[in-house]
T-cell receptor, first 111, second 115 residues
Framework: GENVEQHPSTLSVQEGDSAVIKCTYS??????FPWYKQELGKRPQLIIDIRSNVGEKKDQRIAVTLNKTAKHFSLHITETQPEDSAVYFC??????????FGAGTRLTVKP | SAVISQKPSRDICQRGTSLTIQCQVDSQVTMMFWYRQQPGQSLTLIATANQGSEATYESGFVIDKFPISRPNLTFSTLTVSNMSPEDSSIYLC????????????FGPGTRLTVL
């Protein structure tokens, strides 16, 4: 089955700096890669996703890149703000199976 | 997206008892999932519940401990049976929208504490 590795487990940045979180996956059949943001005590919220037919997707300050050959994908947050502080999870799935999640990255943005 | 509600939002239970968690979705969905999230941890899939068939359990989870019902396309229940303190966790239901979409959305979770 799919195995998703996520790094780093914690990340601390100054407000305004960029943050990058990286994930690798094992199943070459995986074709959908979402990112979730989970604030304390809240449910995971889908913030951006990418499908295997594209290499990059951007939505305002967040972007995701995908390298299918290397089986890794990354989340990039630019101009970080304190409200970006949360736990971020990457995940991977294909059309036929359920989603497998990375271990999570706790991002802290210091004002 | 999908509007997903869960009941109860939290509960404190005694060892040896059972708790049934309900998940309601505002639209019909084929695939529903139940996850467990222990404090500070990631999301672990318990089982997949499709309407009209038995739930499919992941390794480490069994039907006797976590029976699931899926009576229709908008509702599911997860029961945590014969609870022990190790079952203390947040339980989340989740749905996928559409036949060709992979987007998966989560309910607000049920925080369970077993004494």
């Amino acid at each position: 089955g799919e195995n998703v590795e996520q790094h780093p487990s914690t990340l601390s940045v100054q407000e305004g700096d960029s943050a990058v979180i990286k994930c690798t996956y094992s199943d070459s059949a995986s074709n959908y890669f979402p990112w979730y943001k989970q604030e304390l005590g809240k449910r995971p919220q889908l913030i951006i996703d990418i499908r295997s037919n594209v290499g990059e997707k951007k939505d305002q300050r967040i972007a995701v890149t995908l390298n299918k050959t290397a089986k890794h994908f990354s989340l990039h947050i630019t101009e970080t703000q304190p409200e970006d502080s949360a736990v971020y999870f990457c995940a991977a799935s294909n059309n036929n199976n359920d989603m497998r999640f990375g271990a999570g990255t706790r991002l802290t943005v210091k004002p | 997206s999908a509007v997903i509600s869960q009941k109860p939002s939290r509960d404190i239970c005694q060892r040896g008892t059972s708790l049934t968690i309900q998940c309601q979705v505002d639209s019909q969905v084929t695939m529903m999932f139940w996850y467990r999230q222990q404090p500070g941890q990631s999301l672990t899939l318990i089982a997949t519940a499709n309407q009209g068939s038995e739930a499919t359990y992941e390794s480490g989870f069994v039907i006797d401990k976590f029976p699931i019902s899926r009576p229709n396309l908008t509702f599911s229940t997860l029961t945590v049976s014969n609870m022990s303190p190790e079952d203390s966790s947040i339980y989340l239901c989740s749905v996928k929208k559409g036949a060709n979409y992979n987007e998966q959305f989560f309910g607000p979770g049920t925080r369970l504490t077993v004494l």
